[in-house]
């Protein structure tokens, strides 16, 4: 149902990360004849990316972790408060994108990622092909469900691939460059001929968009894998369930599907899981979700509360840079809780249905009683209910209040 969408959504990244570094350092080709990602025909673009990323994780990162340091104890970062916040930004995002960088920077990290998607992509196609009514309605809510999957991510990677470069330019070009705030404070080079700081502005402007750029995008092709894993997993389990506006009490599978047809596209939504989640594991950061979208969130609102106490709201751009980092903090934790939690839902009803369904044959039965909920856990410490019964609301809860715990105790002792 979505392997187009799967498809076109790989493509986009792909390009947009070839643009991003002037069809440099990349790690992916797109396949025009063939429709597929593969990796780069000249191994040089490997390289490229390999040495750059090196380069980021021995100077860059250190140096901008000491300037964070120089900058919140010294006046100067309390006059340039969107220097110490770009900075700041800039220093915890570098580190969880080194973590999707080293995947892909190994000898079969580029494969090993195609291999993935292309296991996704060969799955959408075999459910589609094991349905045996071709003019089988998928309900209301499975429509919905598709148009809400394939509507988030199409926004989401539209707007990196159009608005983000726009908005990375416009900070790298100006004082507020990190980079560029860096080399000042080591040499005050202003104070020669207007073209010089000029020059290193505008050269360290390009430098900066690039990186930038360049860093997103491969989040973002690692995170399309993800939120394609689950939107799939969210949309097939949705349809194996039965249609709640076909108003008759018993569980009717859709599109004419047989017990042992469901049973087997069931185990194979499983199966891709559990490939999917070794997958995610070596990214790192997607078990780590929780954590960034609380500290994300936490400086956010202690930001936009700071400025509020001290200048009344004056700093107009710092405040909407926090509002908009809160909005994606809180649509990734939505993301990977809200419809997370919702697919154990989905596959618990399946499954009690199913029992309820076959509860007079015994081999059924048993079979039925051996299968556990599935979904895609995405925690970095699993419990023994988490396996059984899938993640829950309670954890998207658990978002706010510490959010809100900290915030709070932080902006106190602020103000003391």
């Not at 947009?16 to 069809?23: E, G, I």
């Not at 990323?53 to 010294?74: D, E, K």
């Not at 580190?95 to 799955?123: D, H, T, W």
Request: glycine fraction near 4%; include cysteine.
């Amino acid at each position: 149902m979505l392997e187009i969408v799967f498809r076109s959504l790989l493509r986009n990244a792909i390009l947009f990360k070839q643009r991003s570094t002037l069809y440099t350092t990349y790690y992916l080709e797109w396949d025009t004849k063939h429709a597929r990602a593969t990796p780069p025909k000249r191994n040089w673009h490997i390289q490229a990316f390999r040495v750059a990323n090196i380069f980021t994780a021995f100077f860059i990162l250190p140096a901008l972790w000491v300037r964070c340091y120089h900058l919140s104890t010294s006046r100067g970062g309390r006059w340039y408060k969107s220097t110490l916040c770009l900075t700041y930004i800039v220093s915890f995002i570098l580190p969880c994108y080194l973590c999707f960088a080293r995947f892909i920077m190994g000898p079969s990290g580029p494969q090993k990622y195609i291999n993935c998607f292309e296991v996704l992509l060969n799955l959408e196609r075999t459910l589609e092909d094991m349905i045996p009514r071709s003019d089988y309605k998928r309900g209301d809510d499975v429509d919905s469900a598709v148009r809400q999957m394939t509507r988030y991510p199409l926004v989401l990677f539209g707007i990196l691939d159009s608005i983000l470069p726009i908005s990375i330019a416009f900070f790298c070009f100006f004082r507020w460059n990190p980079l560029y705030t860096m080399f000042l404070a080591i040499h005050n080079f202003e104070l020669y001929s207007p073209i010089v700081p000029i020059s290193i502005q505008i050269s360290l402007g390009i430098l900066g968009t690039i990186g930038v750029t360049m860093m997103l995008a491969t989040i973002g092709i690692c995170l399309l894998i993800v939120s394609c894993s689950i939107a799939s997993l969210y949309v097939w389990m949705l349809f194996l369930n039965r249609d709640k506006n076909d108003g008759r009490k018993k569980f009717k599978l859709r599109g004419g599907l047989s017990f042992y047809t469901a049973i087997k596209m069931y185990n194979m939504l499983r199966v891709m899981t559990i490939i999917e989640e070794e997958l995610f594991i070596e990214f790192v950061m997607p078990r780590l979700h929780h954590f960034v979208a609380v500290v994300l969130s936490t400086c956010a609102h202690l930001l936009v509360l700071t400025q509020i106490l001290r200048n009344g709201g004056k700093s107009t751009i710092l405040i909407s840079g926090a509002i908009v980092i809160w909005l994606m903090s809180l649509i990734m934790e939505y993301y990977t809780i809200c419809v997370v939690a919702r697919i154990g839902e989905l596959s618990k009803t399946f499954l009690m249905g199913m029992r309820m369904e076959n509860r007079r044959i015994p081999e059924r039965r048993r079979q039925l009683d051996s299968m556990l909920p599935n979904c895609i856990r995405l925690e970095f410490l699993s419990s023994v209910e988490t396996i059984h019964n899938g993640v829950g609301m309670k954890y998207f809860l658990n978002y706010f209040d510490r959010v809100a715990n900290i915030t709070v105790t932080l902006l106190l002792a602020y103000v003391h």
